[in-house]
Nanobody, 127 residues
Framework: QVQLVESGGGLVQAGGSLRVSCAASGRTFSNYAMGWFRQAPGKEREVVAAITWSGSSTAYADSVKGRFTISRDNAKNTVYLQMNSLKPEDTAVYYC????????????????????WGQGTQVTVSS
């Protein structure tokens, strides 16, 4: 089992920045690829970014490319999502999730392939 706890959400004005964090506990964190997802009211959950177990490769949704950065610190069992140039359409509950490290290159965008999820943190961007 892996337990994931997100933090760092909040209210920010458009154009501002926010960093959300996800602390992991349980099984060896470095065995897992990690993803950040978000879900806005009335919309399906969507992938935002993903990162390999080592941090050597990252991937982003087109909607956040160039504005968001995913990173991880395996010594601290934490994955981060730095969000810059935020837009009102970025408003959502943000979730981190973990999947087997071997799935990253084939299944990093597939929600069903993430075995562990956090409870989510709200990010609200005002216009």
């Amino acid at each position: 089992q892996v337990q994931l706890v997100e933090s760092g959400g909040g209210l920010v004005q458009a154009g501002g920045s926010l960093r959300v964090s996800c602390a992991a506990s349980g099984r060896t964190f470095s065995n897992y690829a990690m993803g950040w997802f978000r879900q806005a009211p009335g919309k399906e959950r969507e992938v935002v970014a993903a990162i390999t177990w080592s941090g050597s490769s990252t991937a982003y949704a087109d909607s956040v490319k160039g504005r968001f950065t995913i990173s991880r610190d395996n010594a601290k069992n934490t994955v981060y999502l730095q969000m810059n140039s935020l837009k009102p359409e970025d408003t959502a509950v943000y979730y981190c999730a973990a999947q087997s490290g071997s799935l990253y290159y084939t299944d990093r965008d597939r929600i069903s392939k993430y075995a562990y999820w956090g409870q989510g943190t709200q990010v609200t961007v005002s216009s």
